[in-house]
């Protein structure tokens, strides 16, 4: 025992009692993570630490040669009887000569998160911490690495999901855990919270003790310092622990890391994130004298204040969050995080009885909540709620992150953050975020966020209003029910709105409300139930609802078009007006038909999906149809990105139909072929009789160019060339703004294809003499472009995120920057190979 004195308090150390306090706490929270788990979870559970002890060819993961041994281990009952039954042949001792190992290399392995928790379920991962030893060196360290992959594999046979994290304290105490971000390791986002989860969640399976949870210290600030004094004092020996640190150094930075994190994790799972997430905006409101749920859960257990403490980490979370709300008067967002809990913590209801002690303790909870049954019970069908419940509960969900996500822009303002400690993770969260969520003309939105486990509807009835009512729009309504006599007027209860029918139509399917069993019907006096089932039958072979989740490196890129669908003739057919003809005819009369010259093209859709996994579509529609859909088309496809895996074109029209699908299909790759370089273009025109005018046009690295040629001009073709490949005034698609009519117009073409519409874009490119230059792409991909600045980079950042903070959401600044939702400016810079060919990578902060 050590009496230290301290501004006239004695802090008192009594390890042994810190230590009966702490293995207690232990025992309790391996009970409560066993008792309801299944057996195959049990088996995981109680085998993990002995299959990290040793390493043997008939144990699962075996790696040859890889280092192994826990400090102080000792077999439980039931791993000796599954060696007995294993192995039988080799004693203990023996096990392990197949390893390289001349010293116990894991100091500690301990589990974290939800297990033991309210809220641990079937489905719950074990997130275990392996602390080895520092003296590893870096195969010995790979080995150990491959070991635990091939022990999560062998989880995964039992449908247990388990993620180790190797753990050095030296490096972890040094500020040094800067791995690079992904869906479970937040990178340099966070350090001190990320350690404050871990200590008031933590359960040690094996190894030494975790050395801050038995030492009562006064000022975390002064928690190293502490702990000098008692190893120099003889108090505690350092070999006989594992140590993180203390809790005393956060930043502002730190904080805003962790919550753009945790935004980030609530796309794919919303319920467990909202907690987290408004746990630390309770947290940074009380910035700078943020009192942590680890601190007082560890002052409460020292000081044997038990009685009336869950020790549950979840509940304390909610416990913080409750009271931040109720102080903040926020009652509706304490609601939701409170259903949120609920749903989190009943995942599993389905699967397992609803009992135990969980099951009791929720019982608890609701009737201080004071819900009522119905409100439980619409809860408890949460895996079968229909598209309403889940639309509600997705823009309730869309509107806590929005809300955090504002008070957070706040928080940075208030505190000066500095966003260049972490350039990369800022640009991954942001482009996550807003892929998920932010919502653009002709953006699919995906409403099902992990909340039903089916949306999908027996009957679909799409509906076409063409004329505008009292509150109701023309446009294309759908209801999920079969239309009745009595009922057309049924688009009053409809599900969903869009002005175009090949939208509503992609959201029904991307969210799985269209699936192969729906029934389709439809009232319209354009679209038969033929045509749209030709349709709906194109749409769905051609795209998966399911593909792998864009990586951080695909994030990194701009959102090219990964799969493209051209739709022609869907809801304007002008070829029904004529009788087909079975005489040749030139490709070229199709867009210039008849007597009267009509394009049989009347409309055209695009639908695709990007790099980001976003779903985008476009209309076009009249006479020019094809020609407005080829511009857009030249402007979305750049140089040097990659060719989109798949590309077709569907016709619908009721005559011509096979030789307006080749015309289109050769003009759409010929746009693509010349936008990507694979096919040659010197610049020549192309020309094309459109509804009795002639079009002609021109594909450049910016897009497509083009200008009305007048029928009396036509045998000046070469000359009117010339001039419009020179001509200035000749219209692009892509506008650009400048500082100043002085300035050059050319800037780094690799630019144009990170164009995204929404983003604040910042392009740094070094000059030869020191300087740099700015290329600035607004949210309406107009360019900006600064020359020969001097000074740091890191400054102009910092400076950029100022005025960004600062900025209100109407744009109402003097540099005009809209704050949107998750939009946080973007840095690149541009590099030049050795072979003089650029590339734009993100921009790392040099320190």
Same mark, same amino acid.
């Given at each position: ?24 706490? !232990? ?51 039931? @791993? ?75 989880? /995964? ?215 009522? @049954? ?222 009267? !010259? ?58 011509? @139909? ?60 070469? !000359?009117?060339?010339?001039?419009? /490949? ?15 009519? @002085? ?52 400054? /102009? ?51």
């Amino acid at each position: 025992m050590l009496l230290i004195e301290k501004m006239g308090v004695f802090l008192k150390y009594d390890i042994e009692f810190a230590k009966k306090q702490v293995a207690d706490l !232990e025992h309790f929270r391996i009970v409560r993570a066993l008792s309801g788990a299944s057996s195959e979870f049990q088996h995981i559970f109680k085998l993990v630490t002995l299959l990290l002890q040793v390493n043997h060819p008939r144990l699962p993961g075996f790696v040859a040669g890889t280092p192994v041994g826990i400090s102080n281990f000792t077999l439980s009952d039931y @791993q000796q009887e599954y060696l007995a039954k294993v192995v039988p042949e080799f004693s203990y001792s023996q096990i392990n000569a197949f390893s390289h190992r001349t010293f116990d290399a894991i100091y500690g392995v301990y589990v974290m998160g939800s297990i033991a928790s309210i809220s641990q379920t079937a489905a719950s991962d074990l997130d275990i911490w392996v602390c080895h030893r520092k003296e590893l060196k870096n195969d010995e360290r790979e080995l150990l690495k491959q070991k635990t992959l091939v022990l999560q594999s062998w989880a /995964k046979q039992y449908e247990i999901d388990v993620n180790f994290f190797l753990m050095d304290q030296e490096r972890f105490h040094c500020f040094r855990y800067s791995d690079a971000m992904t869906s479970e390791n937040c990178g340099s986002a966070q350090y001190m919270l990320l350690l404050d989860e871990f200590y008031r969640s933590a359960i040690r399976l094996a190894g030494k003790p975790l050395l801050w949870l038995h030492l009562l210290v006064e000022d975390e600030q002064q928690y190293e310092t502490e702990v000098e004094q008692l190893i120099l004092n003889k108090q505690i020996n350092p070999q006989d622990w594992v140590d993180f640190g203390g809790l005393g150094a956060f930043s502002a930075n730190e904080y805003f890391g962790a919550s753009l994190w945790h935004l980030y994790k609530g796309i794919d799972s919303p319920y467990k994130s909202t907690i987290k997430i408004l746990l630390l905006e309770a947290y940074s409101w009380e910035y700078p004298n943020t009192y942590l749920i680890s601190s007082d859960f560890k002052f409460r257990l020292l000081t044997d204040r038990t009685e009336d403490y869950h020790f549950d980490p979840y509940l304390a979370m909610l416990d913080r969050v409750t009271s931040y709300l109720i102080n903040h008067g926020d009652f509706k967002r304490l609601n939701f995080v409170r259903r949120c809990f609920y749903i989190k913590a009943t995942e599993d209801l389905w699967y397992t009885k609803a009992e135990g002690w969980r099951f009791s303790l929720l019982s608890e909870l609701t009737k201080q909540w004071g819900w009522d @049954q119905d409100t439980i019970q619409e809860l408890n069908q949460r895996p079968f709620w229909k598209i309403k419940m889940v639309k509600r509960s997705y823009n309730d969900l869309v509107q806590m992150l929005m809300m955090s996500y504002r008070n957070l822009i706040k928080f940075a303002r208030k505190n000066h953050v500095d966003a260049t400690i972490m350039p990369q993770d800022i640009s991954i969260l942001s482009r996550k975020l807003y892929s998920a969520f932010e919502e653009l003309p002709g953006k699919v939105s995906l409403v099902n966020l992990l909340i039903s486990n089916d949306l999908s509807e027996e009957n679909l009835t799409f509906i076409e209003v063409t004329k505008a009512k009292a509150n109701i729009k023309p446009g294309w309504y759908v209801v999920n029910h079969a239309p009745k006599a009595s009922e057309l007027a049924s688009y009053n209860r409809h599900i969903e709105y869009n002005p175009n029918l090949h939208k509503l139509v992609s959201w029904a399917y991307f969210n799985g409300l269209l699936a192969k069993g729906t029934q389709l019907h439809i009232f319209s006096q354009t679209v038969s139930l033929e045509k749209l089932t030709a349709f709906v039958a194109d749409l769905t072979q051609f795209f998966p609802v399911k593909v792998p989740p864009a990586t951080n490196e695909e994030l990194h890129h701009p959102c090219e078009i990964r799969h493209l669908a051209v739709f022609v003739n869907l809801v304007s057919d002008p070829t029904k007006n004529f009788v087909q003809s079975w005489t040749n005819i030139q490709q070229g009369d199709l867009f210039s038909f008849g007597q009267n !010259e009509e394009s049989l093209v009347g409309s055209i859709d695009l639908i695709y999906r990007n790099l980001w996994n976003e779903i985008r579509t476009l209309h076009f529609e009249g006479s020019n149809a094809i020609l407005l859909a080829l511009k857009v088309l030249a402007n979305k496809i750049h140089r040097g990105s990659d060719s989109p895996k798949a590309v077709d074109v569907f016709c619908y029209s009721e005559n011509y @139909q096979r030789a307006l699908h080749d015309l289109v299909l050769t003009l759409v790759n010929k746009c693509i072929g010349i936008q990507m370089g694979t096919i040659s273009s010197t610049n020549t025109p192309n020309m094309l009789r459109i509804a009795g005018k002639n079009w002609q046009f021109f594909f450049e690295n910016r897009g497509m160019r083009w200008q009305e040629i007048p029928d009396a001009q036509l045998a000046n073709i070469d !000359e009117l060339a010339h001039i419009a /490949k020179s001509d200035e005034k000749a219209p692009h698609f892509f506008p650009h703004k400048f500082l100043s009519p @002085q300035h050059n117009r050319k800037y780094p073409v690799e630019i144009d294809a990170f164009a995204s519409e929404g983003f604040l874009q910042f392009f740094f490119k070094d000059n030869t003499d020191g300087t740099f230059n700015v290329y600035i792409l607004d949210e309406q991909n107009h360019l900006e472009i600064y020359r020969h600045c001097d000074g740091e980079k890191e400054r /102009k950042i910092r400076e950029i995120n100022y005025i960004y903070q600062q900025a209100d959401r109407s744009g109402n600044n003097m540099y005009h920057i809209i704050q949107r939702d998750f939009n946080y400016p973007q840095f690149y810079q541009l590099i030049s190979d050795s072979n003089n060919s650029r590339k734009i990578i993100p921009f790392t902060a040099i320190h």
